[in-house]
């Protein structure tokens, strides 16, 4: 049985101080599921390793998506070492209807953070690291200097450690992304998160349009930097809308899609519509590959940064692959 887990139950800020979603507190009780189907399971944390990548996370006063957003795959990517580092705060100036993360007005930027998330990234000795953020729309250019030098800091401390950034929107902020592509990472993933007709009630801050833009933006500045999106399914949204956005991803030039199944955390949060079968996500996999996506990670437990790093060397052999034709010709 997959929980979503709140693993902040001892967070040290107080909760009247700091209420995790002021915004949804208005809100209507959304219908729960409370019983979820038997192909959601996910082993609990707690093993010696998952112990050793929290203490080195707490050490430096870090932020992982994995706690804030409730990932059910933390026990297995902890034990592993792999941890999705999320700079600028752990409190987002947006409120999206799906998220877990807490929302709010942000405190000023840590400078120190890019060489802490460095010094952490070689302690944990990773090959391939995620570096995602929340929402800064209060600073204007969204927060992509500091991305920018998180990535520098990690490149001096692991030369040998390729980097994935899982970004925000920068909507309305000019020069924000040619910042970040400046930086080189290794993989740009912005998630559009779902079809666009339910960007209204699911992501209202965000334009679907301006993100699958953003994504098209950066194989023109950079052709070399692997793309990827990702979204979420049991929204209510229908099969030929997750196929149309497909194709919009493609004329984009994005070469990873995931899809992964909608879990609510809490009864203010957006209701799961339906639990989308193994055998659908299948289907949506089989034609994603058949619209030209290097790789495709369609299952009930994909999430964007699961089996990250795996996941980038198969998308080095995918593109190889691709093009060994034309080098031999």
Not at 191 to 201: A, D, F, H, Q, R
Not at 227 to 248: A, W
Request: net charge neutral; charged share 25%.
């Amino acid at each position: 049985m997959a929980v979503v887990l709140d693993l902040l139950t001892n967070d040290p800020r107080p909760a009247t101080a700091r209420p995790r979603h002021p915004e949804k507190a208005h809100r209507p009780d959304q219908p729960v599921q409370a019983r979820k189907p038997d192909w959601i399971r996910v082993k609990a944390p707690g093993s010696k390793a998952w112990s050793e990548t929290r203490a080195i996370v707490r050490e430096h006063g870090l932020v992982t998506v994995c706690e804030e957003a409730g990932c059910p795959n933390i026990g297995e990517c902890w034990e592993k070492r792999h941890a999705t580092f999320m700079i600028m705060g752990d409190t987002c100036t947006r409120a999206c209807a799906f998220c877990n993360v807490r929302t709010g007005l942000p405190a000023a930027l840590d400078t120190d953070e890019p060489l802490k998330i460095a010094d952490s990234v070689a302690k944990l000795g990773l090959h391939h690291v995620v570096i995602t953020s929340v929402d800064r729309d209060d600073l204007k250019d969204g927060g992509a200097e500091h991305f920018a030098r998180t990535i520098a800091e990690i490149r001096r401390a692991s030369p040998g450690t390729t980097v994935e950034i899982l970004t925000p929107d920068f909507l309305r902020k000019d020069g924000a992304l040619e910042v970040v592509v400046s930086a080189k990472p290794d993989v740009f993933n912005h998630n559009l998160e779902t079809v666009p007709g339910k960007y209204l009630t699911v992501r209202p801050g965000a334009r679907y349009f301006h993100s699958v833009r953003l994504l098209q933006r950066v194989k023109e500045l950079d052709p070399t930097i692997f793309t990827k999106s990702g979204i979420m399914v049991g929204l209510g949204e229908d099969r030929n809308e997750v196929v149309q956005l497909m194709d919009d991803l493609r004329s984009a030039d994005v070469d990873f899609l995931t899809i992964g199944q909608y879990l609510q955390p809490t009864k203010k949060h957006h209701e799961v519509v339906r639990f989308v079968p193994p055998d659908e996500f299948k289907t949506y996999e089989t034609t994603a590959y058949s619209k030209g996506f290097l790789l495709v990670s369609a299952t009930p437990l994909t999430r964007s940064s699961h089996h990250a790093g795996e996941d980038f060397a198969r998308l080095q052999a995918a593109r190889n692959a691709r093009l060994a034709p034309a080098r031999s010709a």
